[in-house]
């Protein structure tokens, strides 16, 4: 299920800002190539008479990274206190009552792999940056993703459609 502009307006709970792009745990900012995404419609309650939308675990846990946007990267982090790129996958997930692994390889590993064309909400996205697979984000539909790009950086919404994250996406994952 690929949501449509619609669906994924419902989904975004808070107003984010501009793309970041780069990578994580620690390596040194890509200079900023990718367009900035422009920021999402609020939708913070049905409208009268209509109910209010059931949620995926996928949905549930995009929503929680969403409300994370702002926060500062931190090498190692998954708490408030700031996130690395796996930090924020695991935090989002444990929030939404689904265990994730901590690290990136750790989360390749344990999450069922996801071809581009059948990607939900909430799926993680692996990206290959300098060469090896190193950087996660969360799918939240509309070609959007969002993750914790490197340290000075925060909890950013990007392109998935990039030329950079183009080039660095290899597959997604799903718990």
């Given at each position: 299920m690929i949501l449509?502009?619609?669906s994924f307006a419902r989904l975004i709970v808070i107003v984010v800002c501009s793309a970041g792009l780069s990578s994580c745990a620690g390596h040194t900012p890509q200079p900023r190539t990718d367009r900035p995404?422009?920021?999402a419609p609020v939708a913070a309650t049905p409208a009268p008479g209509e109910s209010a939308p059931v949620r995926s675990v996928g949905e549930?846990?995009?929503v929680v990274a969403v409300r994370q946007?702002?926060?500062p990267y931190?090498?190692?982090?998954a708490s408030r206190d700031g996130f690395d790129c796996s930090g924020l996958i695991q935090y989002a997930y444990k929030q939404a009552g689904v265990t994730v692994p901590r690290t990136t390889g750790s989360q390749w590993r344990g999450l069922r792999a996801i071809d581009r064309d059948d990607m939900q909400v909430g799926d993680v996205l692996f990206f290959r940056i300098r060469g090896r697979m190193s950087h996660v984000g969360m799918?939240?539909?509309d070609g959007r993703f969002v993750h914790a790009p490197s340290s000075g950086r925060e909890v950013t919404i990007a392109a998935l459609d990039s030329?950079?994250?183009q080039r660095a996406f290899i597959r997604a994952g799903r718990p």
């Open positions: 449509q502009p619609a995404v422009s920021p549930r846990a995009a946007v702002g926060m931190r090498y190692g982090g799918y939240l539909g030329p950079f994250y």
